[in-house]
C-alpha cells in the first residue's frame, strides 16, 4: 500500500497519520472513521498556486467543495487564499456557515433553482458559471428585480473527452453541462447575454472530465476556448479576460493510476493555455481553476474494525468491515479501486487476497474486490487510503447506518470536523404517526 502524505508507519509497524498512531484515534473517536492530514491538504493547496506566483501570474484557484464539503474543509481552503466553488444552497449555505466572504465563491450547477439563484445574489457571490438559456433569463430578472448586477461566465462544453470512465465524463458534446460549442450554442448565449445589461460577462468556463491524468485534453479545449474569445473579440468587441478551465486533475488511488503531479500539471496548463492565446493574437486571461479530487483525495483514509469472514472454497474469501457503501459508495458506483492495510501490522507481508466487503444488505456493497492482506482477525484494523473525495459527500443512511466521524490530524493532535452521528440523529426527520 502506498502512503501519502504525512502517513508513516512507525517502528512496532503501526500506521501513523499526522504524527497520531491510528489505534489511538479510533481508541477515541470509534470505528469507522475518517482521517484527513491537514498538512497535506494545506501542500496540495499551495501546489497549485506555486506555478501561478512563480510567473507573476493572476489565478484564481477555487476548491470545488462537492469533494468534501464541511465547514472546516471550507475554512481549510480559505485560510490558503482558495475560493470555493459551490453548487447548490446546502454548499452555499455551508461555506456562509465557515465565514467564507461570498465575493470568494464560485456558483456552478446545471440547474440552479430560482430559490438557489435569489441566494446567491443575495449574499453576494463573486461568480455565477451559466449553465443554460434558461439560467440566462431566470438570473438576469432576479438581478433586474435587486437593481444589481453578477460578473458571469459561460459554461462551455468544448466537446474535448478527458476521462475513461462514461459517468464521469462532462466535457464531450453530448453532456447535459454547458453550451454546445460545435453547434454555435456559445455566440447563441452570448448574443442573450448582452441583452441583459445586469449580466456581466467576463469569461469561458470549461470542465472537460474527472480523474485526468495530463495535460493533453486541457490543451485541446484551451485551443477551442481561445479561438471562442478571438471571435468574440472580432465580432462582438468582447473583451473576455477571465478563462476558467474547471478541475478533474486525476488521483492515484492504485498502482494502476499514474496522474502527472498538481505543480507540473499546473505548469504545463499555464503553459498551453499561454501558447493556446498566442496563436490567436491574445494575451493569457485570468486563470481559474477549479480543483476537487487532487486536492482531497489521498489526504484522506478511512479507518475500519475487521468483523466477519466467509471463505467460500476455490471462490473467494469475504471479510466484512464496519462500514462500507454507505460511508464509501464509490465501487459500486463507478468500479472504483482502493488500496487497504491492515494498520497495526504494517510491516508483514500478505498472504492472502481478500475480498472487503461492507455490512449493508446489498451484494454491490463491497470496498475492495481483491484486496493483497496478512490474515486479519475480527477486531483488527483496517485503513483504506486515498478516501478524501467524494466519500463523506456521496456517504448515505442505507440500512439506517450513522455516518462516521471525520477528524483533522497534524502534529500529533487530532481536531473532529464531523461529529459522528448517533442512531437519534437518523430519526431526527421521523414524524410518529398518532
Ligand atoms: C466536479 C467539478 C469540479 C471538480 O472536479 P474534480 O475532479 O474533483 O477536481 C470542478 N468544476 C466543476 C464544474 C465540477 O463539476
Avoid at 498538512?39 to 499551495?46: A, C, L, P, T, Y
Avoid at 505543480?263 to 477549479?290: C, Q, R, S
Avoid at 487530532?414 to 431526527?428: F, G, H, P, S, Y
Wanted: proline share 4%; net charge negative.
Amino acid at each position: 500500500m502506498q502512503l501519502y502524505g504525512t502517513s508513516k508507519i512507525t517502528e512496532n509497524g503501526e500506521l501513523s497519520i499526522g504524527g497520531c498512531p491510528v489505534s489511538q484515534l479510533t481508541e477515541t473517536y470509534g470505528t469507522p472513521l475518517y482521517v484527513y492530514d491537514e498538512d497535506f491538504i494545506r501542500e496540495q493547496m499551495r501546489a497549485y498556486k506555486r506555478p501561478f506566483e512563480r510567473a507573476h501570474l493572476p489565478h484564481r484557484i477555487a476548491y470545488a467543495c462537492k469533494a468534501f464539503c464541511t465547514i472546516g474543509m471550507c475554512q481549510l481552503a480559505d485560510s490558503e487564499g482558495l475560493w470555493l466553488d459551490i453548487v447548490s444552497e446546502g454548499e452555499l449555505y455551508t461555506a456562509i456557515r465557515a465565514g467564507i466572504h461570498p465575493s470568494h465563491m464560485c456558483m456552478n450547477g446545471n440547474n440552479k433553482s430560482d430559490h438557489e439563484l435569489r441566494y446567491a445574489v443575495e449574499v453576494g457571490v463573486g461568480l455565477i458559471v451559466v449553465d443554460n438559456f434558461y439560467e440566462i433569463d431566470l438570473l438576469a430578472s432576479i438581478l433586474h428585480e435587486q437593481n444589481r448586477s453578477m460578473d458571469i461566465l459561460l459554461r462551455v462544453a468544448p466537446g474535448v473527452e478527458a476521462h475513461t470512465h462514461e459517468f464521469i465524463s462532462t466535457g464531450q458534446q453530448d453532456s447535459k453541462f454547458g453550451f454546445d460549442l460545435k453547434s454555435g450554442q456559445v455566440q447563441q448565449a452570448v448574443k442573450q447575454v448582452k441583452e441583459h445589461k445586469e449580466l456581466q460577462l467576463v469569461g469561458l468556463h470549461s470542465h472537460i472530465g474527472s480523474q485526468i491524468f495530463d495535460v493533453e485534453g486541457f490543451r485541446l479545449a484551451a485551443h477551442r476556448l481561445a479561438e471562442q474569445y478571438a471571435w468574440l473579440l472580432q465580432n462582438y468587441e468582447l473583451h473576455l479576460h477571465v478563462l476558467n478551465l474547471g478541475g478533474g486533475l486525476g488521483v492515484r488511488y492504485t498502482e494502476e493510476d499514474t496522474p502527472t503531479p498538481i505543480e507540473t500539471l499546473t505548469e504545463e496548463l499555464i503553459a498551453v493555455t499561454k501558447e493556446a492565446f498566442l496563436t490567436h493574437g491574445m494575451d493569457l486571461p485570468l486563470l481559474m481553476l477549479e480543483p476537487g479530487r487532487s486536492i482531497v483525495a489521498q489526504a484522506g483514509t478511512t479507518l475500519y474494525t475487521v468483523g466477519s469472514r466467509k471463505e467460500i472454497p476455490h471462490v473467494r474469501t469475504y471479510v466484512a468491515v464496519d462500514g462500507g457503501m454507505t460511508d464509501n459508495p464509490r465501487l459500486a458506483l463507478y468500479g472504483a479501486k482502493y488500496e487497504a492495510a491492515l494498520a497495526m501490522r504494517m510491516h508483514e507481508q500478505p498472504t492472502e487476497s481478500i475480498a472487503i466487503a461492507g455490512k449493508c444488505c446489498e451484494s454491490g456493497d463491497m470496498l475492495i474486490w481483491d484486496a493483497p492482506l496478512p490474515q486479519s482477525h475480527p477486531g483488527d484494523l483496517l485503513a483504506i487510503t486515498c478516501t478524501g473525495a467524494y466519500n463523506y459527500s456521496m456517504a448515505s443512511h442505507y440500512n439506517r447506518i450513522p455516518n462516521p466521524a471525520a477528524i483533522l490530524v497534524k502534529d500529533g493532535t487530532a481536531r473532529t470536523i464531523v461529529k459522528r452521528e448517533t442512531v437519534e440523529d437518523l430519526c431526527r426527520f421521523d414524524v410518529r404517526l398518532e
